[in-house]
Every structure is written in C-alpha cells, then in structure tokens.
C-alpha cells in the first residue's frame, strides 16, 4: 500500500514564526503536491513538485515555500507564520510525469497559528 | 483556475438509498477523478474517468461525464452508513499539471 505520512496532525504556532510541514511518500513517486483545505473553500492548490529540485507554484503560494531535496520528501515552509494561514494541510503524491495519474493523500495536519 | 463545482453541498438519505451527486466545471479536460474524505481525513481516490468515456463502474460507484454539457455524475448505489463523507470531483484542465477541487458534497447516510 502507498503510505503518505505527514509529520504532524495538529500543530500550533505563534504569528511570525517559521515553520515547517513535512510530507514522506514511499511509493517512489515522481509527484508532490501541498494544498490547503478550508471550509467553503474546497481543497487549493500551494506547491507542487514533479521532480527532485523541481518544483510549481500551485494557485495560492503567496506566503509559502516547499523544499524537495529528496524524491521521497516534500517540505511545506510558512516564512512567518500569519493567522490566515490556519488551515488543514493535505499532502498528496502521484507516480509518473502525467497530472492524470491518481493521488495519494496524507492525513493532514491542522495547524492553527495564533 | 479551473475548479469543479460540485452539487448538492450537503445531501441526506437513508442506508439503502441511492445518492447521485454533480459535478460542473468549465473548460476542456484531460480526465476528471473522484476521491472521497472522510472527516479530519485526507482523500481517497475512488475513480477516474478519461474524456473519450462516457460511463465508467467500480464496484457500487458509476460515474458519467458529458464533455459537451461539462457535467460529470456519481452515483452510489445501494448507500450505507459507511458512505457517509465528503466526495470530490476533480477536473484535469488540458495543459494543466494538476488537479483542482471543488467544495464537496457532504453525504450523511443515516442507519
């Protein structure tokens, strides 16, 4: 079975601190994807990587950054944490070059920033 | 960017029944997926349909997609207590690279 594994599920952080969201696949797979979820608002789209050092920005990446040093791991970075950036956070992987391919979801993590 | 939109938000039927729920969106695509989420959980793919298909069966899940009416549905037949999530419709713009989600439709199966 694909496993994504997120590094927390909850996660509570002060205005204007750095933090960091990690996502581990261990599937090989070429794709990473980070997206926000929000009620009302659906599943948005932050980064995405297809490759090692690769990587796109999505459709909200204003006030994120990702790192892909590795196939297997894929970082989510909030530069200084705001309090409209409380959310749950989904991280998914998919094999392959092709968009079409099925995605794997992670648990999520719900950080709250206060 | 392409979001699909899906329809009802929030639909309620009895274990037995069967839920259909829509899906709308607005430009061509390559595929359109359908994933499932169960509550605080992340997604869970249930099933892919290519432009060229018309309708497509996975167990008690049919899905259909009309490319000239931009319109997809899922059907789930025969619904139980377990069914009872969120359901995504996910469209693949042509020459995008990633999917795009809509809101949900919020199923409650009621035992």
């Known amino acids: 079975d694909v496993k994504v594994t997120q590094s927390s599920r909850y996660l509570v952080k002060r205005t204007g601190e750095k933090v960091f969201l990690e996502c581990v696949q261990d599937m090989d797979h070429e794709n990473m994807f980070w997206y926000r979820q929000d009620p009302g608002l659906g599943l948005r789209l932050i980064y995405f990587?297809?490759?090692?050092?690769?990587?796109e920005k999505g459709d909200i990446p204003e006030g994120y950054s990702v790192s892909r040093e590795k196939k297997e791991r894929f970082s989510l970075i909030l530069e200084s944490a705001s309090t409209n950036q409380t959310s749950m956070y989904l991280c998914?992987?998919?094999?392959?070059?092709?968009?079409?391919?099925?995605?794997?979801f992670g648990p999520g993590t719900r950080l709250t920033v206060l | 960017s392409q979001q699909g939109e899906e329809d009802p938000q929030a639909l309620s039927i009895q274990e037995g029944e069967n839920a259909t729920m829509n899906c709308s969106y607005k430009?061509?695509?390559?595929?359109l997926q359908w994933y499932r989420q169960n509550s605080g959980r992340g997604l869970v793919h249930l099933i892919l349909i290519r432009s060229n298909e018309r309708e497509k069966h996975s167990g008690r899940l049919r899905v259909t997609l009309d490319t000239s009416k931009k319109s997809s549905s899922l059907l789930i037949t025969a619904s139980r207590a377990a069914d009872t999530a969120s359901y995504f419709c996910a469209p693949l713009d042509t020459g995008r690279r990633a999917l795009t989600f809509g809101s949900g439709t919020r199923l409650q199966v009621q035992p």
């Open positions: 998914a992987s998919s094999r392959g070059l092709a968009a079409s391919n099925e995605q794997f």
């Open positions: 430009t061509s695509i390559n595929n």
């Open positions: 990587s297809y490759d090692v050092k690769m990587k």
